[in-house]
């Protein structure tokens, strides 16, 4: 069974860092799109970045490009979201989520892991 595990949030400062995780288990990567989301208090969820398994190409939404980098550890089914310069605008819930072969245009991921909260704020 697939299944996708976040961890690595909580509270930090404003221009602190954070590095998520996400623990993938049940699933061939080689096939998946992986992308992190995130969700604001009151706001709609929003893609933060994804990539594609085609060539391994990452895109970031404009709001974190420049500060978040995705990068994958094989070895450990690990993939992880460096976050850098964090804003209080960054605060919500952050997910990864995978879709088979593409990135979505929309947010019509097929898995979905359960979140971890981040929270920037002084």
């Known amino acids: 069974q697939l299944q996708l595990v976040e961890s690595g949030g909580g509270l930090v400062q404003p221009g602190g860092s954070l590095r998520l995780s996400c623990a993938a288990s049940?699933?061939?990567?080689?096939?998946?799109?992986i992308g992190w989301l995130r969700q604001a208090p009151g706001k709609e969820r929003e893609g933060v970045s994804c990539t594609r398994p085609s060539d391994g190409s990452t895109d970031y939404a404009n709001s974190v490009k420049g500060r978040f980098t995705f990068s994958v550890d094989n070895a450990r089914n690990t993939v992880y979201l460096q976050m850098n310069s964090l804003k209080p605008e960054d605060t919500g819930v952050y997910y990864c989520?995978?879709?088979?072969?593409?990135?979505?245009?929309?947010?019509?991921?097929?898995?979905w892991g359960q979140g971890t909260q981040v929270t920037v704020s002084s």
């Open positions: 049940g699933f061939t990567p080689d096939y998946y799109a």
């Open positions: 989520a995978v879709a088979a072969y593409v990135c979505p245009d929309t947010l019509d991921y097929d898995y």
